[in-house]
């Protein structure tokens, strides 16, 4: 009998190798889109920390398992290929040199006393994926959970009560990555200046309130036709490694044509317009209106991966995972849980008027009454570290 649970759980915290990161860039595209559609409101997720242990759990794996993983998460075939261009895009996106921004990713191995694992995956998981890994007694679940958890936040995550007792007691192995991300706007909100507003749907009929911060100031905006969108980068610190990337869709568009949308157009199209713009126009003042929010996604991901085309490793009769154990085993769950904070100083992720396509006489306007969608990235590589909908409005 197949037994194998497999947790991924990233717990994110806002206060707020090119060709490689691509791969890690087009899923998370396609996950976001199918986590919205599960959802159906607010969502946030961690593509990047979903895609680094996926990409671990992926070296384990043979068969049609192997296969339909690699097609999901853009892997290549060559296991040092994959090994090697993870180290070099974790290296790039996890080293924060801006002042003001912190952002750590640990990934953990929890292993019951009685699972025998590979010891060529174990190595791969510890000296090539910095895991920790500790064997434990899963059939002690309130011990199991309790050292689980003070071993994660003595890792220095600013996390705690990641993992539940229930959690071991039906599994063999669970891998569990923590990622956090802090950063303070590189052009912060005046808290004097939030006030509460009404917010809007698509067609302008109103939802609720919000608590809305502003402010005028030179930021990279700019409107693409093609995402049907106004684009606005709120940069983190001075150096514009990390921003958050807020793509509001045109009134009576809905969020969903934009996540469709952004198939066809590139992050780096997206910035490079931005750019093209500042390079015209000058970095101008932009009157920016945006909510005050905190949002928490605790989320199967067993559907999304399904829509991806990701269905093997779910089922006891076709999982094969024979670089990891001997053992019959399978993944009943993929499990992530997310929240975001965006504060004044902060992050703790087809009718068009004329107004969108006029010149940069007047000050442009940026108010996200409305839906919206938000990525927060290190904009060298492109990387999704977070992304979200805010689609509900509600005073924080």
């Not at 199991?144 to 229930?166: E, F, P, T, W, Y």
């Amino acid at each position: 009998m197949k037994s194998l649970f497999f947790l991924i759980f990233v717990i994110a915290s806002c206060s707020c190798a090119v060709e490689f990161s691509s791969r890690a860039r087009n899923f998370s595209i396609e996950l976001l889109h199918y986590t919205q559609k599960e959802k159906e409101g607010h969502v946030v997720i961690s593509p990047f920390g979903i895609w680094s242990l996926m990409t671990g759990i992926a070296l384990g794996a043979g068969g049609n398992s192997r296969s339909q993983l690699s097609r999901a998460f853009f892997l290549p075939s060559n296991q040092f290929t994959i090994i090697n261009g993870y180290q070099n895009l974790t290296r790039t996106v996890l080293d924060p040199t801006t002042k003001g921004v912190t952002l750590t990713s640990k990934n953990f191995m929890f292993v019951d006393r009685s699972f025998t694992i590979n010891p060529n995956f174990e190595k791969i998981m510890l000296s090539d994926f910095s895991a920790m890994i500790r064997n434990l007694n899963f059939k002690e679940p309130d011990t199991a959970a309790k050292i689980a958890n003070n071993l994660i936040q003595g890792s220095g995550a600013s996390v705690s009560n990641v993992l539940r007792s229930d959690d071991f007691e039906q599994s063999r192995m669970i891998l569990t990555n923590v990622i956090t991300f802090k950063g303070l706007w590189g052009s912060p909100f005046n808290v004097s200046e939030t006030n509460v507003e009404s917010f809007y749907d698509e067609n302008k009929r109103k939802m609720g309130e919000v608590n809305m911060m502003y402010q005028r100031a030179q930021l990279p905006f700019s409107n693409i036709q093609a995402l049907s969108s106004l684009i606005l980068e709120l940069p983190y610190g001075q150096d514009r490694k990390y921003c958050m990337l807020i793509l509001l869709p045109y009134p009576k568009v809905k969020v969903e044509q934009v996540y469709a949308n952004l198939q066809k157009v590139s992050f780096g199209e997206i910035f490079d317009k931005l750019q093209k713009d500042i390079n015209d126009f000058g970095l101008e003042d932009v009157d920016v209106k945006l909510p005050r929010f905190k949002i928490s996604t605790n989320i199967v991901l067993n559907k999304p991966l399904n829509s991806m085309g990701v269905y093997d490793i779910f089922d006891p009769n076709l999982a094969n995972f024979k670089d990891i154990t001997n053992e019959d085993i399978f993944v009943s769950a993929i499990v992530h849980k997310a929240d975001i904070e965006v504060t004044e100083s902060g992050t703790v992720a087809s009718a068009v008027t004329s107004a969108y396509f006029a010149d940069r006489i007047s000050t442009p306007n940026f108010e996200a009454n409305r839906p919206f969608i938000y990525f927060v990235m290190e904009k060298p590589t492109r990387t999704v570290i977070f992304g979200g909908i805010y689609s509900t409005p509600s005073v924080f």
